[in-house]
């Protein structure tokens, strides 16, 4: 079965701080990747998303995403967090089939000011 | 731009009552996925819509039913409570069923609470 796993359940950075939240999936065929955002007391938003071509995915707000297909990965990054990114973080999994996300736990980041 | 529309945004009933949430996606969206988040867990996937017909199941309670209507707008209900169904309930839209490439759009959530 499909699974994504993230490796980090809680981080904590201070501002300015580089950040990269872990992603792996189990599947072996073709998949459309997306990290998603929660803000607090807000609903999911879509941050990137990752569906074919450059593997180096770019996001809103200075995020950006690497696919490597050989690692079944997809990492989360960002050179340099704010206060305001302060938030849960989702990577999710779609497969070309059914068409439904598979999320991961999540990762909750606290970024300090 | 509009967005996915949830109704109530909060809901508290008793054990073994029942409740209706609604969704109304986006317009021209035609698929719909309902998702339920427990508190500090990740979005569990309820069931989906594409085009009034159900497109797939996932861990849905027997006690809980959901279709979508001619508008595209949807509905889960949800019998028989029980305080484990405390959740947000997050409902999300897109174009084209799954075989368009395109992200999920979510709405706000609807917040039940069983007491």
């Known amino acids: 079965a499909q699974s994504v796993s993230q490796h980090n359940h809680h981080v904590i950075l201070s501002e300015a701080a580089s950040l990269e939240l872990g992603c792996n999936y189990s599947y072996g065929g073709t998949v459309n990747l997306f990290w998603y955002v929660q803000y607090p007391g807000q609903h999911l938003q879509l941050l990137l998303k990752y569906f074919s071509g450059d593997p180096l995915v770019k996001g809103i707000k200075g995020f950006e995403a690497e696919f490597i297909k050989s690692k079944f990965s997809f990492n989360l990054r960002k050179p340099s967090v704010q206060w305001s990114d302060t938030a849960e973080y989702f990577c999710?999994?779609?497969?070309?089939?059914?068409?439904?996300?598979?999320f991961g736990q999540g990762t909750e980041l606290s970024v300090k000011p | 731009a509009a967005g996915v529309i949830q109704s109530p945004r909060h809901l508290i009933k008793e054990k073994r009552e029942t409740a209706t949430l609604k969704c109304y996606p986006i317009p021209r969206h035609d698929t719909v996925y309902w998702y339920q988040q427990g508190p500090g867990q990740d979005p569990q996937f309820l069931i989906s819509f594409y085009e009034k017909m159900q497109s797939d199941k996932g861990s849905i309670p027997d006690r809980f039913s959901a279709q979508q209507f001619s508008d595209y707008h949807s509905e889960l209900n949800m019998s028989s409570l029980e305080l484990g169904d405390s959740a947000l309930y997050f409902c999300a839209s897109r174009l084209g069923g799954s075989s368009y490439n395109s992200p999920l759009h979510f709405g706000n959530g609807t917040r039940l609470t069983v007491t």
């Open positions: 999710a999994v779609k497969n070309n089939q059914g068409g439904k996300l598979i």
